[in-house]
């Protein structure tokens, strides 16, 4: 036997021995596939068991129970005051004020604002020597400026 024609069988025999392989793979993957299916449906066979146990308990439970109820008798109810809802007003913190009569500048916030601009949902309506007027819900607030 030549050289050519052993590596021929050997070749022949390696394609054999992979295709094999390969198949017995594919085989116990769906074995594997089929053993989860096959749990799964147990496990739900074994849910509805619950289920049905626990039905058969509240029918028992609601069977016991007295129904001679009147639908229409009134029944009296009591007023209970809901408590009061507070909203805390946004904080804006006034550090200070640039104040000339042509454009007043303030700092809220760490933010430079002049009249008409918005901070935390609040418009400033006026900017005086020493304090900033902020309008928020129809509420005027006012803010001083602090020493210290």
Same mark, same amino acid.
């Given at each position: 036997?030549?050289? +050519?024609?052993? +590596?021929r069988i050997?070749?022949s025999?390696l394609?054999?021995? %992979?295709? /094999?392989?390969?198949?017995n793979?594919k085989?116990s993957?769906?074995a @594997?596939? #089929?053993h989860?299916n096959?749990t799964?449906?147990?496990q739900?066979i074994?849910?509805?068991?619950?289920?049905?146990k626990?039905r058969?308990?509240?029918?028992k439970t609601y069977?016991?129970q007295? /129904?001679?109820?009147d639908?229409f @008798?009134? =029944?009296?109810?009591?007023?209970?005051?809901?408590?009061?809802?507070?909203? #805390?007003?946004?904080?804006w913190k006034?550090?200070?004020i640039?104040y000339n009569? %042509?454009n007043p500048?303030? =700092?809220? #916030?760490? @933010?430079?604002?002049? =009249?008409g601009?918005?901070? #935390?949902?609040?418009? =400033?309506?006026?900017? @005086?020597?020493?304090?900033?007027?902020i309008e928020?819900?129809?509420k005027?607030?006012?803010?001083?400026v602090t020493?210290?």
């Open positions: 036997m030549n050289e +050519k024609t052993r +590596k050997v070749y025999i394609v054999v021995a %992979v295709i /094999w392989g390969a198949y793979i085989l993957e769906s @594997k596939e #089929n989860k096959q799964a449906i147990q739900s074994a849910a509805q068991g619950k289920l049905d626990q058969e308990e509240l029918i069977s016991k007295d /129904w001679g109820k639908p @008798k009134t =029944v009296k109810m009591t007023y209970r005051p809901q408590k009061k809802v507070v909203f #805390n007003k946004p904080k006034l550090t200070g640039m009569t %042509v500048l303030a =700092v809220i #916030n760490k @933010k430079a604002v002049s =009249v601009d918005r901070i #935390n949902n609040g418009k =400033v309506i006026s900017i @005086k020597r020493d304090k900033v007027i928020h819900n129809g005027q607030y006012t803010l001083k020493k210290g």
